[in-house]
């Protein structure tokens, strides 16, 4: 009996549960490259370099192993270009009788998963994704019943569960967070390290080819690819940045600055995501600097929330609330996405030096996500679908289990606090203290109103007006609250005619 085994783009590992008890003698590796997954959304030409050339050297490595693979290429003629219709075209090429796959990450593929043992007539078995710590079944149970979600709760039980900085059932160094020790602006004087970046080789090449033809209109450059595109490479690149980053990436995580757009952070993402790296290694490499002295434990703290905190925290949320919180929108935004989130052209220079770095890298840290291009649309009150959809499209890591939450709940809030305490608004004046951009801006973060005023200080304001029902009662945004409740009706009037005269440039 023959069977096929699916792995999809992003399950790119040795030790995917798809791939369990495979005979190499009789069982076949199915991988698809097709177009409905390359246009779901218009992606980043180097996403798409990504992905795919991963996949091409994962097949590589599974032939090399013996096993035996059924590729079909984008520029496969005869690719109809459905994961549905090619799995269709493969059962009868192989007269497979069972087909077995892991969990898809995305909501969208899961439901076409749902209908295939149906549409096939051969069962299907769909296993769970054990990459991760915690299974969709462990955050339901940590959720349910509890009146709110707050990643800090979720984590503390993780860093327990699974033994992780951690002497017994206590945090190493007496605290479960060194957040506060991770907020300092970087120094003039400090020289982020270069960081270990790959060249393409000649399947990358052939892909980029393929890619310019096919995406060349696409958003992003393909000239400055060099992610890494196998499991070697990104072990090299998790090496590379526990030894030459991670000491100083807790001080500076929050940082920002102009033409360095890698500072201190891991650029691990798109490996973890795609497979290339498991979060276990990525964390116990991070602990293993601490316990042998290389890098503080506010740095290794701080990379282990993100891995072990937030992404699979994330991940809960989006299989919890699926399908429904696509949809959400608290506040009710309803403002056109800006056309310069795709050309970069504003005189904004904290925007325009985040979308650069997106358009060269298909990457920016979370700061100039969250802080920069997501407090934009939040304060703007961009409609949260079409800034969500951009995300998605834009960065190489975009995965829509991780990203959607990441900016519906924490970029624009517009599931109403159900995953973060309170929206991320900042006024200019943040950015001055966190980044060097305001230097070279055509605008001044010191003035509050008129035309040469920081765009970010009176949007900032304005959003408080308009969602005062909404936010007030929030015990975190009390203090801007406070002081709003000392304007004049003149004052705030004038407050939301320059915010509205600004937005309807666009």
Avoid at 32 to 44: A, F, K, Q
Avoid at 113 to 137: E, I, Q, Y
Avoid at 189 to 201: E, G, K, N, T, V
Wanted: aromatic share 12%; proline share 5%; hydrophobic share 45%.
């Amino acid at each position: 009996m023959t069977t096929l085994r699916l792995v999809l783009g992003d399950q790119l590992s040795a030790g995917i549960s798809a791939l369990a008890g495979i005979d190499p003698e009789r069982d076949v590796v199915l991988m698809l490259e097709v177009d409905e997954e390359c246009r779901h959304v218009p992606h980043h030409q180097q996403k798409i370099v990504l992905f795919l050339s991963a996949m091409r050297h994962f097949a590589q490595d599974l032939r090399r192993q013996g096993i035996q693979v059924d590729y079909v290429g984008l520029d496969d003629r005869a690719n109809t270009g459905s994961f549905t219709s090619e799995i269709e075209r493969a059962i009868a090429r192989h007269g497979a009788q069972r087909l077995i796959l892991t969990e898809p990450g995305e909501w969208r593929v899961q439901a076409m998963a749902d209908g295939w043992s149906h549409r096939f007539g051969l069962p299907v078995d769909l296993r769970t994704d054990d990459r991760f710590f915690a299974s969709k079944a462990r955050f339901r149970a940590w959720a349910n019943g509890r009146r709110s979600w707050r990643m800090e709760h979720f984590y503390h039980e993780m860093r327990r569960e699974h033994a992780i900085l951690v002497e017994g059932d206590q945090p190493v160094g007496g605290l479960w967070n060194f957040d506060a020790e991770n907020r300092k602006s970087l120094p003039a004087s400090a020289i982020p390290p270069p960081r270990r970046r790959f060249l393409p080789d000649p399947t990358t090449r052939e892909v980029m080819a393929m890619v310019a033809e096919r995406f060349g209109g696409n958003f992003g450059v393909l000239g400055s690819f060099a992610w890494p595109v196998t499991r070697e490479e990104a072990r090299e690149a998790l090496d590379d940045f526990v030894a030459s980053a991670l000491p100083w990436f807790g001080d500076y995580q929050d940082a920002m600055k102009e033409g360095a757009p890698f500072l201190y952070h891991s650029l691990l993402a798109p490996a973890l995501n795609l497979g290339l790296l498991s979060p276990r290694e990525a964390c116990a490499a991070a602990e293993a600097a601490w316990r042998s002295g290389r890098a503080p434990i506010n740095a290794v703290e701080g990379f282990i929330r993100q891995i072990l905190g937030w992404r699979e925290y994330v991940r809960g949320v989006y299989w919890t609330l699926m399908p429904a919180y696509a949809d959400g929108n608290a506040l009710e935004a309803s403002h056109d996405l800006p056309a310069f989130y795709w050309t970069g052209e504003t005189d904004m220079q904290c925007l325009r030096a985040a979308i650069d770095s997106t358009r060269k890298h298909a990457y920016a840290h979370h700061i100039q996500r969250l802080m920069i291009t997501g407090n934009f649309a939040l304060l703007a009150g961009i409609a949260p679908r079409e800034i969500e959809r951009w995300y998605l499209a834009v960065y190489a890591d975009a995965i829509e289990w991780v990203e959607m939450p990441n900016t519906l709940g924490m970029a624009v809030f517009a599931d109403g606090g159900r995953m973060a305490s309170k929206p991320y608004a900042a006024s200019g004046a943040y950015i001055d203290r966190m980044s060097d951009y305001c230097e070279g801006c055509a605008y001044d973060v010191a003035l509050k109103t008129g035309p040469r005023a920081c765009p970010f200080n009176y949007l900032y304001w304005a959003f408080l007006i308009r969602n005062e029902a909404r936010l007030r009662s929030n015990p975190r945004m009390a203090m801007p609250y406070r002081t709003l409740s000392t304007w004049s009706p003149a004052r705030k009037a004038a407050c939301l005619a320059e915010a509205d005269a600004f937005l309807a440039g666009f």
